[in-house]
């Protein structure tokens, strides 16, 4: 009997978990299928040292199974950094569902699901992301505790979009501060790529402030209606990052900022609501540095979101969340200083206070 000869494909798929590039000491990853349904889902759980791991379930209909553990992987680890800079007690999780959140969603695939995070007791706590609404959340509810932003009727914070879109807001005007002098960004340029719920509020917060906003967005039905609401100028071209503008805010899917990018990217200032924009945190924050441009991370301001859910695990109301989501603008300024006195990117400098805070607290229950 003779060993099957796997091709260089095949041994790629042959790796581990534990050797995926994007796999950064995860505690826990849990597979779930269930056949009746049609649910495939992957929850990862990043870190709990700080608490439970709360972020956002996802539906996206993934080329591959590969690509959505990739995706789990990296969006985890953000949340628990996201947490962790923002001074919320609570660690990084997050679940994706495969699938097209327009077709294949259904009730019952919802609760399957729900009853899959129940069965981990409390360790991972989801919530609404890409593909999801509240009222996913509310069926995700009726068969476990376990979820948050659920409807405000049935005593939840709702829908954590608005807040979101606030926080990058707030780390939009420090970021714009440090870079040009003010924060007012009446005159500025302002591309929003990727216009849902979060990326239209975003929109509708700099137009108020008189700023010009360009908006990009593969549906064609939200460019007319959000341009015809705001105002907002279309972009329907290839290449939108070659297109001048003062800030670049990337409200869509991860890694924009590659090496096909980058070299072409105008903004001064790079401030969205995406997770993991950089595709390659060091050599793309490194290459930011390098360019003078104010990169203003990630999981630092858009951390609104999480503020807003966490308000129903600790009881506290809109005004603290207001409160807490309007303090990114401060955290902002202070990580965009130590970065340049400390001559390192601001990825690094948010990265360190956030990995600071985990080990600090991990000292503490030894």
Same mark, same amino acid.
């Given at each position: 009997?003779?060993?099957?000869?796997?091709?260089?494909?095949?041994?790629?798929?042959?790796?581990?978990?534990?050797?995926?590039?994007?796999?950064?000491?995860?505690?826990?990853?849990?597979?779930?299928?269930?056949?009746?349904?049609?649910?495939?889902?992957?929850?990862?759980?990043?870190?709990?040292?700080?608490?439970?791991?709360?972020?956002?379930?996802?539906?996206?209909?993934?080329?591959?199974?590969?690509?959505?553990?990739?995706?789990?992987?990296?969006?985890?680890?953000?949340?628990?950094?996201?947490?962790?800079?923002?001074?919320?007690?609570?660690?990084?999780?997050?679940?994706?569902?495969?699938?097209?959140?327009?077709?294949?969603?259904?009730?019952?695939?919802?609760?399957?699901?729900?009853?899959?995070?129940?069965?981990?007791?409390?360790?991972?706590?989801?919530?609404?992301?890409?593909?999801?609404?509240?009222?996913?959340?509310?069926?995700?509810?009726?068969?476990?505790?376990?979820?948050?932003?659920?409807?405000?009727?049935?005593?939840?914070?709702?829908?954590?979009?608005?807040?979101?879109?606030?926080?990058?807001?707030?780390?939009?005007?420090?970021?714009?501060?440090?870079?040009?002098?003010?924060?007012?960004?009446?005159?500025?340029?302002?591309?929003?790529?990727?216009?849902?719920?979060?990326?239209?509020?975003?929109?509708?917060?700099?137009?108020?402030?008189?700023?010009?906003?360009?908006?990009?967005?593969?549906?064609?039905? /939200?460019?007319? $209606?959000?341009?015809?609401?705001?105002?907002? =100028? +279309?972009? &329907?071209?290839?290449?939108?990052? *070659? @297109?001048?503008?003062?800030?670049?805010?990337?409200?869509?899917?991860?890694?924009?900022?590659?090496?096909?990018?980058?070299?072409?990217?105008?903004?001064?200032?790079?401030?969205?609501?995406?997770?993991?924009?950089?595709?390659?945190?060091?050599?793309?924050?490194?290459?930011?540095?390098?360019?003078?441009?104010?990169?203003?991370?990630?999981?630092?301001?858009?951390?609104?979101?999480?503020?807003?859910?966490?308000?129903?695990?600790?009881?506290?109301?809109?005004?603290?969340?207001? /409160?807490?989501? $309007?303090?990114?603008?401060?955290?902002?300024? =202070? +990580?965009? &200083?130590?970065?340049?006195?400390? *001559? @390192?990117?601001?990825?690094?400098?948010?990265?360190?206070?956030?990995?600071?805070?985990?080990?600090?607290?991990?000292?503490?229950?030894?």
């Amino acid at each position: 009997m003779t060993a099957d000869i796997l091709t260089p494909q095949e041994l790629k798929k042959a790796d581990p978990v534990f050797g995926q590039h994007s796999f950064n000491d995860h505690e826990q990853i849990v597979f779930c299928n269930d056949k009746d349904t049609g649910l495939k889902a992957i929850i990862g759980i990043h870190n709990t040292v700080l608490g439970p791991a709360l972020g956002g379930t996802r539906m996206w209909n993934y080329a591959t199974e590969w690509d959505a553990l990739n995706d789990v992987l990296r969006l985890s680890r953000g949340m628990s950094f996201k947490s962790a800079i923002t001074g919320l007690n609570l660690g990084g999780g997050k679940a994706v569902i495969i699938g097209d959140a327009k077709t294949q969603k259904t009730p019952e695939l919802m609760k399957r699901f729900g009853e899959f995070v129940h069965s981990l007791s409390g360790k991972y706590i989801t919530a609404e992301d890409v593909g999801m609404e509240t009222a996913d959340m509310d069926l995700v509810r009726e068969v476990t505790p376990y979820v948050t932003g659920i409807s405000e009727s049935k005593g939840g914070a709702g829908n954590p979009s608005p807040i979101t879109a606030y926080g990058v807001f707030m780390g939009m005007k420090a970021a714009s501060k440090h870079a040009f002098g003010s924060d007012n960004l009446e005159g500025r340029t302002v591309v929003v790529q990727g216009i849902g719920h979060v990326g239209e509020v975003l929109v509708e917060h700099i137009t108020n402030e008189g700023g010009k906003v360009i908006i990009s967005d593969i549906n064609e039905a /939200r460019l007319e $209606e959000v341009s015809k609401k705001y105002g907002a =100028e +279309i972009y &329907r071209g290839n290449d939108v990052y *070659s @297109i001048p503008m003062d800030i670049y805010a990337p409200c869509a899917l991860g890694a924009t900022i590659n090496d096909n990018t980058i070299q072409k990217l105008q903004a001064k200032v790079i401030a969205g609501a995406a997770n993991n924009q950089l595709k390659d945190e060091n050599l793309h924050g490194a290459q930011l540095q390098q360019r003078g441009v104010v990169y203003a991370p990630d999981f630092l301001i858009n951390a609104g979101g999480i503020i807003n859910v966490y308000a129903e695990l600790e009881n506290y109301g809109k005004q603290e969340i207001i /409160r807490k989501t $309007e303090n990114i603008y401060d955290t902002t300024l =202070e +990580i965009l &200083r130590t970065a340049e006195t400390g *001559s @390192i990117t601001t990825h690094q400098a948010a990265l360190k206070v956030a990995v600071e805070r985990i080990e600090a607290r991990k000292n503490q229950n030894k």
